[in-house]
């Protein structure tokens, strides 16, 4: 593929916002983000007219896509129409996301991804397990019935899987998975994540010191924040070093709580977006079944027949523009759907500098999404 330079946007590296600087691409990587002026004459240049081009967002928590949940996906070309309906709106590196099942759907969800893996299915970087290790009393829209505490067999099999695949994160409840299983699996290289869970903050913490480093949708399926009983979400917003994926949709979070967690967690990376979509995103279907159950959409949500939230009806895009919108810098925000997420799963993804892959985004002026590159080719072309 011919080098060539996106011009005419400003920039957004993964950090910081540049002005008057373009990003050169050849063979689907990123070569130089340059200003304007330094530009060998000869290079072709793609001007953007506006906007803002961006790394590709990365999302951690992905339960389908394109009409399939990660559940139904059977070998790469599932896992690629998943991961082709998250790109489509910007996401071009994905976790799918395996909501609580049963042992032989968590064996054959990690295969299926090994599977995609190994087929080079662009933008699968791993897989996140959601349970189904977590507290019956927070299950959300998780089936009750898959809801158990780990085994020794279960540690093994994740273990093994945090050996094997490139990025393996796992959502547990304390309740549900001891001190020394938390330890084990974030010493075997599992992305630990605390989640589904009405322990105390003293649990928390010692969660923390034990290995786990990030927490699931920070307010959601937990405890509330109280003044004297603080819980999971106050210890999250309390520890350094502790990141938290957060679903800015104004449903999930009153905008007024992300913005105290954006107060509260002001390092940079410290809260991380993610979308937890479901089957229906990329689709213009209005329902899909879920273990049985009905989920439908319902004015920018996704819930259940008893009101019940069950994932969400939200791109990464609109999640920036809900962290704007509660006071986060654009840089800030945008770090929050790029750099930060693939800071927490390890990921080569998030940032333009030479030798990242190019994938790209061009938003406007109202971070709302324009067009989407995937190794420097436009999605559509």
Known sequence: MAPRAFTGARVFDGERILGGHAVCVEAGRVVAVEPEATLAPGVPRERLGGGLLAPGFVDLQVNGGGGLMLSEADGPADLARIAEAHARRGATTILPTLISDTEAATEAAIAAVAEAGAAGVPGIAGLHLE????????????????????????????????????????????????????????????????????????TAERAFSAGARVVTHLFNAMAPMGHRAPGLAGAALAAGGVDAGIIADGHHVNPRMLGVALRAKAGPGALFLVSDAMALAGTEAESFALGGRTVRRDGGRLTLDDGTLAGADLDLARAVRGMIAAGAAPETALAMATSAPARVAGLEAGRLAPGAKADLVHLDDAFALRRVWRGGVALGD
């Open 131 to 202: 349970g189904p290790h977590l507290d019956p009393a927070k299950a959300g829209a998780h089936d009750p019935a898959h809801l158990r505490p780990m085994t020794g067999a279960d540690l093994d099999r994740l273990a093994t899987a945090a050996g094997t695949l490139p990025c393996l994160m796992v959502t547990l409840a304390p309740e549900a998975a001891g001190m020394a299983q938390i330890r084990a699996l974030a010493e075997a290289g599992a992305v630990v994540a605390l989640g589904h869970t009405g322990c105390d903050a003293g």
